[in-house]
């Protein structure tokens, strides 16, 4: 089997219409992407996948989509004003910018080859800021959000109240973030502006280790579940130099990128850190009191924080595969899984007269109703076979004679290419078990 590298993922994603460079008629914007008709419906089912696990699937854990523009107090409790910088240096020769962290600054310049040429190392805040309203000072700067927990901690109070929710309980939310990177790369796996997936789990002080070890187990099966090859998954504790100072402890899920072994998820143990803080510079009451035991206390927080756009390279690193065939073929195949799959049965007639083509196109239509389709006519059914696996379609339906005479239809499986004769009646049905009972061959 080929390597899979991020060349070829990037040049599919372009090609099929998954990603795009921002921009890119005026030479794009770095560390900005657009998702294609394919990728922006692979990046919603992912979410949807996630929200679904994440709330639906728990009777104690309820959803937030929390503004991006938040008081900028929030920014000064959170510690992001003051701490959320990297060390920066510049290049005095090819004026390229670098982490100073991440290369040595003993040796010389990894984009010209001049020695010495480094700036001193100086602190760069990674938010990004603008003003509110009409005058343009100190008093109306605010931030783009560069993360999505500091909203559930400002509105803990808010659900608290208004959902009746008991400790445990934990607060969902999907939403973008933006960071002013110093250097981006690796395509869409770190990018100035993102989108994330936490949520935050708030229990008594004293269990908190209890429900550590229950997140723990819980997201890194939600990455089976979705069809995630376990050899790619690994868990990485947080050592002594990477452990925040307020956590308690922390783990990073780790894929194994085209590039290397990288975080995709942290769990981590935040303690009773950030409503703590939030108490004391809003100056409102955010502890929690239990109604039975009459106690009254600051919630611990376990976090579950995974990148959604960083789960979108996961997913296409993960299921691309240039198998070969007889005869010396190769194809390009995405191992998708089916609730994932930007489309999940495509129609294909055999041929486009005698009335084949226009009942592939009514059958079509009534799959929509349960499924996410797709209607090619061009080609030889082979190539438009091929074109379906490229894009990770798990089933193809073919339309033939046959089906006029006995309303049977050919299904063809994506990863294994069999096929077999279905009523169109159980047609529903069958697609519905067969995704139901998936498991990647």
């Keep these: 089997m080929a390597e899979t590298t991020l060349d070829k993922i990037v040049s599919l994603c372009k090609r099929r219409g998954f990603i795009f460079q921002s921009s890119e008629i005026y030479g794009g914007l770095s560390g900005a992407w657009d998702y294609g008709p394919l990728g922006v419906e692979l990046k919603n089912n992912i979410r949807d996948f996630w929200w679904k696990e994440m709330t639906q699937m728990h009777d104690n854990i309820v959803g937030l989509d929390a503004s991006i523009l938040m008081h900028p107090k929030v920014w000064e409790a959170s510690g992001h004003v003051s701490n959320f910088t990297d060390p920066m240096v510049d290049c005095r020769q090819c004026r390229s910018r670098f982490r100073a962290d991440q290369i040595d600054l003993t040796k010389p310049c990894p984009n010209c080859g001049t020695k010495d040429s480094f700036t001193e190392p100086r602190n760069f805040n990674l938010m990004f800021s603008t003003h509110m309203g009409p005058v343009q000072d ?62 935050q789990y708030f229990c008594k002080p004293g269990e908190d280790e209890k429900w550590f070890d229950f997140w723990k187990e819980q997201r890194m099966a939600f990455y089976e579940k979705m069809g995630i090859n376990s050899e790619n998954l690994r868990w990485h504790q947080h050592g002594e130099d990477e452990l925040a100072f307020y956590a308690k402890d922390a783990y990073d899920i780790q894929f194994r990128f085209p590039m290397g072994w990288q975080e995709l998820e942290g769990v981590h143990n935040r303690t009773d850190y950030d409503l703590t803080q939030h108490q004391q510079f809003s100056g409102k009451d955010l502890t929690y009191l239990d109604q039975e035991t009459k106690e009254r206390y600051i919630p611990y927080v376990v976090e579950t924080s995974a990148g959604l756009t960083r789960n979108v390279l996961m997913v296409l690193s993960d299921a691309y595969e240039e198998e070969k065939l007889e005869g010396n073929e190769v194809r390009t195949v995405m191992h998708l899984h089916p609730k994932i799959a930007p489309v999940t049965v495509a129609v294909l007639p055999l041929v486009k007269k005698d009335g084949i083509a226009e009942f592939a196109q009514k059958l079509e239509k009534e799959l929509r109703e349960d499924f996410a389709t797709f209607y090619d006519q061009s080609g030889a059914i082979g190539r438009r076979y091929r074109r379906m696996d490229e894009i990770g379609t798990p089933y193809c339906i073919t339309v033939d004679y046959q089906t006029l005479e006995d309303k049977t239809v050919t299904v063809r499986y994506r990863d294994s290419m069999e096929q077999e004769r279905i009523q169109i009646s159980l047609l529903s049905s069958h697609l519905n078990k067969t995704t139901k009972l998936y498991k990647r061959g």
């Design 138 to 199: 100190d008093s109306s700067v605010v931030y783009l959000r560069p993360e999505t927990a500091q909203g559930i901690y400002a509105d803990f109070k808010n659900v608290v109240q208004s959902s009746r929710v008991k400790i445990p309980f934990g607060i969902a939310q999907v939403g973008k973030s933006f960071r002013n990177e110093i250097t981006t790369k690796n395509f869409i796996f770190r990018s100035c502006e993102f989108e994330q997936m936490e949520m």
